[in-house]
């Protein structure tokens, strides 16, 4: 049995731009300064409250909370208007779905966002579990959020791995005892990835299901 858990900003789908979009409304209202979208991918991974706190200047830490809650109240109804799957990840879902790997989502993305999108994007993908950030829960590179993944799975001996493009990915991964493959489209990029210490990297969407392929699944589709 295998599993593929799968991170979603920068990983699944590019959201870079309806997530700095949220933000940067927020800060106009709040007078402070906005920023560039290649800007937000530094600041994302660690899921809203701290992208918030990142994209306030210095002196305006204190209004993290109040951003927090005007970047939530505009990405709720904007959070599918500019955000799109990578190519090619579509189709290495569909393979890696129909050779019997187990699927699932873990990001720090709000889970009633991150359900939507991957319903709305993916909608004939079977995942186990599409889990978010949410208050009751660390986000990553806790690991409670896969904990709960693992409690959905088979009981079975299983290899699983963890599937992301930035450093708390492949710091999930390890503290979970997990294999991580990092993925050099994203938000981060490669040396980030490799600096990390992630076991694979792929350079696109369809190298997963390659990865994958070689550590043991016997059929391949």
Known sequence: MITAIFDLDGTIADTIADLGDAVNCGLTQLGCP????????????????????RALPDD??????????LFKEYYSSHYLDK?????????????????????????????SAARDIIAELLPNIDFVRVLGG???RPTKPDIA?????FAALPDEENRVFMIGDSNVDVRTAKNAAI???GCAWGFRGRSELEAEGADYI???????FGIIMRSGLNTVK
């Open 83 to 111: 955000t799109r799957l990578y190519d090619g990840m579509k189709e290495t879902l569909e393979r890696l779905q129909q050779n019997g790997v187990y699927l699932a989502v873990a990001t720090n993305k709000p889970e």
């Open 179 to 181: 294999e991580c493959i």
């Open 34 to 53: 906005v920023h560039g979208y290649e800007a937000y991918k530094k600041m994302v991974g660690n899921g809203a409250r701290k992208l918030c706190e």
């Open 60 to 69: 305006r830490k204190d209004m993290a909370e109040e951003l927090h809650g």
């Open 202 to 208: 792929a350079e696109k969407p369809g190298d997963i």
């Open 145 to 149: 959020i896969l904990t709960e993944i």
């Open 134 to 136: 949410r208050d009751d």
